[in-house]
């Protein structure tokens, strides 16, 4: 089993910044992917980014050039640099570990993130 917690959500400004960490516990596989994903309201969760442990990443198109993932495998911890916020980045925002070896997914317990225009 995978422990996630998150931290960092809350209300910001449109144009501002938030950053969001990720820390996993428990049966950490060596070889695993770790990400973000969102969810609006009426909306299905999607996929922000992800990270690889060896720092692959991988970007929704809306979040390009505006979000940076990256992580501490030391600490097992991956964050979420958001930058020049939108509106349209109002979701609950949820941690995502992937164990590459059992394909096994875990998901955190999910963080607000509210853009106000």
């Known amino acids: 089993q995978v422990q996630l917690v998150e931290s960092g959500g809350g209300l910001v400004q449109a144009g501002g910044s938030l950053r969001l960490s990720c820390v996993a516990s428990?049966?950490?596989?060596?070889?695993?992917?770790m990400g973000w994903y969102r969810q609006a309201p009426g909306k299905q969760r999607e996929l922000v980014a992800g990270i690889t442990r060896f720092g692959r990443t991988n970007y929704a198109d809306s979040v390009k050039g505006r979000f940076t993932i990256s992580r501490d495998n030391a600490k097992n911890t991956v964050y979420l640099q958001m930058n020049s916020m939108k509106p349209e980045d109002t979701a609950v925002y949820y941690c995502?570990?992937?164990?590459?070896?059992?394909?096994?997914?875990?998901w955190g317990q999910g963080t607000q993130v509210t853009v106000s225009s």
């Open positions: 428990g049966s950490i596989f060596s070889i695993n992917a």
């Open positions: 995502h570990y992937m164990d590459l070896g059992s394909e096994e997914n875990y």
